[in-house]
């Protein structure tokens, strides 16, 4: 099976969220590295996100054109 942008992207994300989710889960309190790690992780997930709807909306507006032709 062929992975895809999106798909790529997709999986990446649900991999960042665990971690973060782990993160969260750590009985101590997070120190100042894994809190800049954390922040840099929700930059990242927010990046892909990005990158998710504009393949999204490229995708709707291709099929679009494509019925309209």
Avoid at 12 to 26: A, D, M, P
């Amino acid at each position: 099976m062929m992975t895809t942008p999106a798909s790529a992207i997709k999986d990446e994300v649900r991999l960042l969220i665990n971690i973060q989710i782990e993160t969260f889960g750590q009985p101590a309190s997070l120190t100042s590295p894994q809190l800049r790690e954390f922040h840099q992780r929700s930059e990242k997930i927010s990046t892909l996100c990005q990158e998710l709807n504009r393949i999204g909306t490229r995708s709707v507006l291709e099929q679009r054109l494509e019925r309209a032709s």
